[in-house]
């Protein structure tokens, strides 16, 4: 069974800081991996999806990577900004279902 | 566009009430459908998926079931909640087609009292 870990659980930093999350997956055979960002009590919302045939995306400050080889994902924030304060999960895509990571929390002070 | 909308976004309920949580999906046909559960400051656990019509997979047992009526409509329900029922539920869909993203409403949080 495929099983999705994120670190760190938790990450505070100063406002204008590149920060990195990373996303680790036991089974490489994924259809694709997306970065979802979660404000308290809200829903989900997409931030970038890779295919499983790319090694990267790229949104605004946002940079994603994946090396299926290894198992691993990296969400790259640069000049991060007290907005960007939220939970990041990231979702890897078997056949028909998605499996998700526990998150991290990201604080940025201003 | 396409927009999914899930209600309601809050609810209280007593132990051992009946359930029933809505999700409806607009402007797509055809689409997966999912609910998942979240526990305060965990990941997501995916309670039930379809691929369409009356066609429903369980990940986990327990006290809910889950019903497709119609294409685009999705429900989440229960005969009697227990404590451990209580957390936020999200409903989310993908397209059919392989490697395609999901897309999330914007959950119900579940209180049982």
């Known amino acids: 069974k495929q099983e999705v870990t994120q670190i760190p659980a938790a990450l505070s930093v100063p406002e204008g800081e590149n920060l990195v999350l990373n996303c680790s997956f036991t089974?490489?055979?994924?259809?694709?991996l997306q970065w979802f960002r979660q404000d308290p009590g809200k829903g989900l919302t997409s931030l970038l999806l890779?295919?499983?045939?790319?090694r990267e995306q790229t949104s605004g400050r946002l940079n994603a990577s994946l090396d299926k080889s290894s198992g691993r994902s990296t969400l790259y924030i640069a000049a991060s900004q007290p907005g960007d304060s939220a939970t990041y999960l990231c979702?890897?895509?078997?056949?028909?279902?998605?499996?998700f990571g526990s998150g991290t929390k990201l604080n940025v002070k201003p | 566009s396409q927009t999914i909308h899930q209600w309601p976004a809050t609810l209280v309920q007593p132990v051992g009430s009946p359930l029933s949580l809505e999700c409806t999906v607009e402007?797509?046909?055809?689409?997966?459908l999912y609910w998942y559960r979240q526990a305060a400051g965990r990941g997501l656990q995916l309670l039930f998926y379809?691929?369409?019509?009356?066609?429903i997979s369980s990940e986990v047992p327990q006290n809910l079931s889950a019903s497709r009526p119609q294409d685009r409509q999705f429900i989440l329900s229960s005969k009697k909640l227990l404590l451990s029922d209580s957390g936020f539920y999200l409903c989310?869909?993908?397209?059919?087609?392989?490697?395609?993203?999901?897309?999330f409403g914007d959950g119900t949080r579940l209180s049982i009292l």
């Open positions: 979702a890897v895509a078997g056949f028909n279902k998605f499996y």
């Open positions: 402007g797509t046909s055809n689409p997966n």
């Open positions: 089974d490489s055979a994924i259809y694709n």
């Open positions: 890779i295919q499983s045939s790319q």
């Open positions: 989310a869909w993908s397209a059919q087609e392989g490697n395609q993203p999901q897309h």
């Open positions: 379809s691929v369409g019509i009356g066609q």
